[in-house]
Nanobody, 117 residues
Framework: QVQLAESGGGLVQAGGSLRPSCAAS????????MGWYRQAPGKQRELVAS???????NYADSVKGRFTISRDNAKNMVYLQMNSLKPEDTAVYYC???????????WGQGIQVTVSA
């Protein structure tokens, strides 16, 4: 089992920045990809950004150029630097970790990010 603990959400004005982080604990030795998803009210959960153990990143088109995902494998942490935030970025953000051998998918509890106009 892998446990995930997110922090760093909050309320920010449009144009501002936040840097959520997620700490993984437990059976972390077989973590492969780490990432962030978000879910706005009335919408489906969507991928925001992901990063492999080899630092290959993937971003949703809506956040490219504004958000940067990074990870610290020694600390089992993943970060999401969010700049130039927009009201449409308002959502609950979830940390996600994928493991291999066995292949499993783990989710954090979610943190609220609210961007005011």
């Amino acid at each position: 089992q892998v446990q995930l603990a997110e922090s760093g959400g909050g309320l920010v004005q449009a144009g501002g920045s936040l840097r959520p982080s997620c700490a993984a604990s437990g059976r972390v030795f077989n973590i492969d990809a780490m990432g962030w998803y978000r879910q706005a009210p009335g919408k489906q959960r969507e991928l925001v950004a992901s990063i492999t153990r080899g630092d290959i990143t993937n971003y949703a088109d809506s956040v490219k150029g504004r958000f940067t995902i990074s990870r610290d494998n020694a600390k089992n942490m993943v970060y999401l630097q969010m700049n130039s935030l927009k009201p449409e970025d308002t959502a609950v953000y979830y940390c996600n970790v994928k493991t291999s051998f066995p292949s499993r998918n783990y989710w954090g509890q979610g943190i609220q990010v609210t961007v005011s106009a």
